[in-house]
């Protein structure tokens, strides 16, 4: 199977690239893996004309997009991280899934339809908040809930989802969340 991880986080060595690197190391001793950063990759901004809804093609030049949108719709499993910024996603990978609408579902005159019925996915987001205010106070709570709102838009069932706390208090990820990781990625 193919694997897809998209690294959401601008640090390569902070939190969540090493829990998305050890889901990649699991997965990677049964399956094909391709870890795309997203902080890499050239990407304009959604400009809202939703022509990409008939057209199934977007109005700007091709960019960074395409390429990740291709990625997607080769993948059986998609694997999505990111650091928890303002209750949310990174701006980064909000604005990559902002010109993805049309990958991620199709649209024929009624609601859309979900393009990845069938396939899998994993949610990974870290934060500084800790235990339980990462989840009622709408921190890493938000970034789950938008990551899911994509990603159920697409179809995709989520098989796993990572949520690490207090990033600040503890730079170095915890066995705990390490294990998780590993486990996760092997049974992928
Ligand atoms: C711009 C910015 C916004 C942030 N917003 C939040 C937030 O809303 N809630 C929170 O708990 N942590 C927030 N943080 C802290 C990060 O989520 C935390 O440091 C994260 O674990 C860093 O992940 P990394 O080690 O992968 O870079 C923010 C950090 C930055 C840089």
Avoid at 38 to 43: G, P, R, S
Avoid at 98 to 115: A, E
Avoid at 126 to 146: E, H, K, M, V
């Amino acid at each position: 199977m193919k694997v897809l991880i998209l690294n959401g986080g601008p640090r390569k060595k902070g939190t969540t690239s090493t829990i998305l690197n050890k889901i990649s190391e699991g997965a990677a001793e049964k399956h094909v893996v391709d870890l795309v950063q997203v902080y890499d990759l050239k990407v304009k901004p959604c400009v809202g004309c939703l022509k990409c809804r008939p057209d199934k093609e977007c109005v700007l030049p091709e960019d960074g997009t395409q390429i990740v949108g291709r990625k997607i719709r080769d993948a059986d499993v998609l694997v999505v991280g990111t650091p928890t910024y303002w209750g949310n996603m990174t701006g980064p990978l909000k604005t990559l899934f902002d010109r993805i609408v049309t990958t991620i579902g199709y649209y024929n005159g009624g609601l859309p339809k979900p393009n990845h019925k069938g396939k899998r996915a994993v949610i990974v987001t870290t934060s500084a908040s800790p235990w339980p205010f990462n989840l009622i106070s709408s921190q890493s709570g938000g970034t789950i809930r938008s990551l899911k709102t994509v990603l159920k838009g697409g179809g995709f069932k989520i098989i796993g989802v990572i949520n690490m706390p207090s990033s600040k208090k503890r730079p170095e990820v915890p066995e705990k969340f390490l294990k998780q990781a590993l486990s996760l990625g092997r049974k992928i």
